[in-house]
């Protein structure tokens, strides 16, 4: 995994604010008080620049730099706004807009008693992260946080490396402004109560250790993250409490996953379904996630244009989500039981590929007209889905892909599309979405739609074309789903990779989901 910059939690001692090298951050409400350890100078120029009108409009989550503050050894004084009534998402949003700056600084963050000072770290952690492991020149590359807490250490697997989560202790003989200059990005978090914190941010540590493993492996090329390699890494999270299976080729053929090993008998990369459990409720049925796990999509012989479509590394997105989530739950110990099941799959034009007009046979036993072998996703998505709940009977299936291009058209960048055949579930869904800002819409299912895929020669065609595409998408997996089995299908392909920075994100992938779906998890599914 990406390398995390240490967030330590210390008490307040305004008095080495002078002295510090690197940056300072100082949470400042609109119209409050500047800290009393702040040189005159320093405080003068600070003061005028919060009267300004750029002071007095300055929003939760804005900032107002000063360079080289006089008195001060800091490079830059930080000013960032959010008032002592600001929601978690503000504070989060905050801390982003300190995250943004990391670099190879050391930063001292002042949050004093603001209630949402945990929302503030996890924000400065989301919006740290940077994938970086193929740049030889990394000047000025900015540091992926972590947040350190108050836990037993845990080590955790980061791919071929392992890392450790520190423990926060409250430690107010650190003198921060003596230290040497660090090669690695790292933050000093003062606040009155340390202790309290560093507890408090032990979830969003885990959060954060999600969202990061869900980005690496939306990021990395598929020359790295082959079928196998992706497989590896996830079988290697048995290391932090997860049940792991890996099912080869042939099991997959036993099972009857005609369409899923459909669209990898082109590659050279043999496909696999991963499932991984983790059991923290006893007996209870689980809660099903399902990812797409398309290592890279040509198209296959429905092949692609070439332009972008290098970016087609990141359709693995859904599977990529459900890892995160399921490292997410087993490093805060969730009091859920969940299992995530991922189709892994390379879509290539081989003189093997499968072809417009081939008939394929699915586990449930289904026949699928192929039209369009860019439409391979959801054929994944049908063996896996149907495999879920014949084998855990879980509770509700959530279901996770980078499956459409008409979503995009639909809404954009800024939110998923959510469709659903349970209301109470996609409520519960969108309810979690809104408490980690994370978007995400609605869009409907009918028969109408449905008859846009029934196939003169087989039960169904894998795509019902151009008119309503997401939608016709989510009617095919929708018959992939049991009678009265509650489930959701989230086509994440506007929010898995958007084409600029998001609010906790830089630019690149953003993990989305991960928040949500462990929102949900601990809402809805988690025993008391």
């Known amino acids: 995994m990406t ?14 604010l002078a002295g510090h090298k690197g940056r300072v951050a100082l949470i400042v409400a609109p119209g409050g008080r500047l ?44 000013l960032v706004g959010l008032a002592a009534n600001a929601s978690g998402i ?55 946080a972590d947040i350190a807490t108050d836990s037993v250490p845990q080590t955790i697997n980061r791919g071929q490396e392992t890392a450790v989560l520190a423990d926060a202790q409250a430690d107010t003989t650190q003198d921060v402004a003596d230290e040497p200059v660090s090669e690695k990005a790292r933050v000093t978090f003062m606040v009155k109560d340390p202790q309290a914190l560093a507890k408090a941010a032990k979830d969003g540590a885990a959060l954060a250790e999600g969202v990061f493993f869900t980005r690496d492996l939306v990021s990395e090329p ?8 992706f497989a590896d890494r996830l079988k290697a999270m048995e290391e932090i409490g997860l049940t792991v299976e890996v099912l080869e080729e042939d099991e997959l053929a036993r099972l009857g996953m005609r369409a899923l090993l459909a669209v990898g008998q082109g590659s050279a990369s043999p496909s696999k379904v991963v499932v991984m459990r983790w059991n923290g409720n006893g007996d209870e049925a689980p809660l099903a996630l399902v990812g797409k796990g398309v290592v890279f999509d040509s198209g296959g012989i429905s092949i692609k244009p070439a332009a972008g479509m290098e970016e ?10 459900v890892a995160g989530v399921m490292r997410t739950l087993a490093l805060r110990r969730a009091k859920a039981n969940v299992v995530g099941l991922v189709g892994l799959v390379e879509n290539m034009p081989d003189g093997a590929a499968q072809r417009p007009g081939d008939i394929v046979k699915s586990m449930k036993g289904d026949t699928i007209e192929v039209i369009n072998t860019d439409a391979e996703g959801r054929l994944v998505l049908a063996d896996v889905l149907w495999y879920a709940q014949t084998r855990f ?72 074309g151009r008119a309503a595409g997401s939608i016709t998408a989510a009617q095919f997996l929708q018959r992939f789903i049991r009678k009265d089995q509650p ?36 809402d809805k599914f988690e025993g008391k």
């Open 222 to 229: 598929a020359n790295i993250l082959t079928t196998t390699d």
């Open 312 to 321: 087609m590394t990141m359709d693995m997105g859904g599977a990529g989500v």
């Open 35 to 78: 800290p009393a350890g702040l040189p005159r100078s320093a405080r003068e120029a600070a003061q005028r620049a919060m009267e300004s009108k750029t002071g007095k409009s300055l929003k939760s989550g804005g900032v107002i730099e000063l360079a080289y503050p006089a008195g001060m050894q800091a490079d830059a004084l930080m």
């Open 393 to 464: 009977q879980p509770k509700a299936v959530i279901d996770l892909a980078t499956l459409t291009g008409a979503v995009i058209i639909a809404l954009g960048h800024d939110n998923a599309g959510i469709f659903s055949n349970d209301d109470k579930l996609a409520g519960d869904l969108l309810a979690a979405a809104k408490a980690e800002d994370e978007g995400a819409w609605r869009l409907p299912l009918g028969p109408g739609y449905d008859s846009l895929i029934n196939s003169r020669l087989a039960d169904m065609k894998n795509t019902g």
């Open 487 to 522: 489930w959701v299908h989230i086509d994440i392909a506007g929010v898995a990779l958007p084409p600029g920075a998001t609010d906790l994100a830089p630019r690149g992938a953003t993990g989305w989901g991960v928040m949500t779906l462990d929102r949900l998890v601990r």
């Open 3 to 16: 390398h995390p910059v240490e967030i330590t939690f210390t008490e307040t001692a305004t008095d080495k």
């Open 90 to 144: 503000d504070a989060r949003k905050a801390g982003a807009a300190i995250g943004a700056k990391l670099g190879k600084d050391h930063t001292l963050v002042l949050a004093g008693t603001h209630k949402h000072a945990s929302e503030i770290a996890l924000g400065i952690a989301l919006r740290g992260y940077d994938f970086s492991v193929y740049r030889t020149r990394k000047d000025d590359a900015e540091g992926a």
